[in-house]
């Protein structure tokens, strides 16, 4: 066995190198945390090998023994010694072998635990250095002994729980638009990864006229498949702190981060008038803080209660460390020129299901825009994944075949567009209860 991991998964993402095209990934079947899956995985089969082999031995061995008393009574030929001897032998040459199974596995589990104690070692040295621990009791505390279930709970986790207090906005109306010729048919329905997100910046125009709220329904059908949906929500449309009757503001994507419920109620609205029928697939596109409200919506316990959200992109939004369920696949994109990602001021998961692109190069300069914002822009991202589409790499090719079979070219594709507005009540808000979840991540996440 070798002792490299690198050596063990030559096609790893841990390391965040550079991958052709200018980008580096975390997370994912390519991701440190999957391989230590992989790898734990193949040391309890070997300890499951191993514990059938000392059973074998222990029979070989008792089956030698029975041979030899048997020729201490009686006089048995030589084939029968023969027999007697072999037995011996492979009993011996299975013992050796339980004991290098043995070894190979508990090496695996010492080489995991030790990365699991470095790795919490950093952690919990990060925390310590942005904020004052807590001890067994809840109390806060500048000394390192922080109790294990507080080890991952960072100063901004408390950040988020106070905007979720905030920003709880309100519950919001959703709108059926009809289309120009009430024809929904889509020709020509570009479900590729950046053609998705190319959809999120054209929802502010629907029929011609300017619109604010809007979101996108399209109802793919293939062949004789279930009818499947993926719901493209815009980027934010006005940056107004005070929620508006737009739920697409600064207040509802700061809601999003601490996942107050009413966008996942409108999208489960929005759903069933598009007809889609109890646990249909579900795909959920968003660039900016769209992306924060497809995060979401997908980790909504009463939407997954409707629906099966298989898979959730995001472009440029805060969103990596919102939780999804373990069936729903994650694909985040994030420049390294644009600030916005890091709002939410955590590192993105190492999960299996959960799959990171950092696009490395410069962002592409609009001469009419705001340059500190450059890398931000719809059109960098569009153009970024176009050419991830063609990516190799063992985490980001699996995630985009997935959702190139999920809308795929020649589907019949039919549109629904929908307005959503807050059904504005500040009382009604401020009383609100909403349960929000639990933001900390286990040790070895």
């Given amino acids: 066995m070798t002792g490299r991991l690198d050596d063990v998964f030559p096609d790893h993402s841990w390391s965040l190198d550079t991958q052709p095209g200018g980008y580096t990934v975390l997370g994912g079947k390519g991701g440190i945390s999957f391989s230590w899956q992989e790898l734990l995985r193949g040391a309890r089969e070997l ?3 191993a514990a059938e082999l ?6 070989l061995d008792q089956a030698a023994d029975g041979l030899k008393r048997l020729r201490s009574v009686f006089s048995l030929s030589g084939s029968v010694w023969r027999v007697a001897g072999a037995a011996a032998a492979a009993a011996a040459a299975a013992g050796r072998q339980t004991s290098e199974f043995a070894d190979m596995a508990e090496k695996v589990r010492t080489a995991y635990s030790r990365y699991a104690d470095n790795e919490h070692l950093v952690a919990r040295s990060f925390e310590l250095t942005t904020r004052p621990g807590r001890d067994a009791m809840g109390n806060r505390t500048a000394l390192p002994q922080v109790s294990e279930g507080d080890s991952f709970r960072h100063w901004e986790d408390e950040a988020a729980g106070y905007l ?3 920003f709880v906005t309100g519950p919001m109306s959703t709108t059926l638009l009809q289309p120009a010729g009430r024809d929904r048919s889509v020709e020509n329905f570009d479900g590729s990864l950046s053609g998705l997100l190319q959809r999120t910046g054209e929802l502010d125009t629907v029929n011609g006229e300017s619109m604010e709220g809007a979101i996108e329904v399209a109802a793919i059908t293939v062949d004789d498949q279930p009818e499947r ?3 493209i929500f815009p980027g934010i449309e006005t940056w107004d702190i005070n929620d508006t009757a737009n739920p697409h503001d600064l207040a ?9 419920p009413y966008m996942a109620d409108a ?16 795909m959920l596109v968003g660039h900016s803080g769209g992306g924060l409200h497809a995060r979401s919506v997908a980790a909504n316990a009463d939407f997954l209660a409707e629906f099966d959200p298989r898979y959730v992109v995001t472009a440029g939004s805060p969103a990596g460390n919102i939780p999804l369920p373990d069936q729903t696949v994650g694909l985040n994109l994030q420049q390294k020129w644009d600030p916005v990602p890091g709002l939410d001021l955590r590192g993105a998961p190492d999960t299996v299901n959960n799959v990171t692109v950092e696009f490395q ?3 592409i300069v609009d001469p009419s825009s705001d340059a500190a914002l450059a890398g931000h822009e719809l059109h960098n991202y569009v153009n970024k994944a176009e050419g991830l589409e063609m990516s190799e790499h063992a985490s980001v090719a699996p995630v985009v075949a997935g959702m190139a079979a999920f809308a795929p070219k020649g589907a019949s594709v039919s549109s629904y567009k929908f307005k959503l507005a807050r059904k504005y009540d500040r009382t009604a808000r401020s009383a609100a209860s909403v349960d929000h979840p639990d933001y900390r991540w286990p040790k070895g996440r």
């Fill in 252 to 260: 509802g994507s700061l809601a999003a981060i601490s996942q107050s």
């Fill in 164 to 166: 979720a207090g905030l």
């Fill in 267 to 282: 999208v489960t609205e929005a759903l069933k008038e598009a007809g889609a029928p109890a646990g249909a697939d579900v």
């Fill in 361 to 363: 190069d410069p962002a």
């Fill in 47 to 49: 300890e499951a090998l």
């Fill in 54 to 59: 000392r059973t074998v031995s222990r029979e």
């Fill in 229 to 231: 949906y993926v719901v």
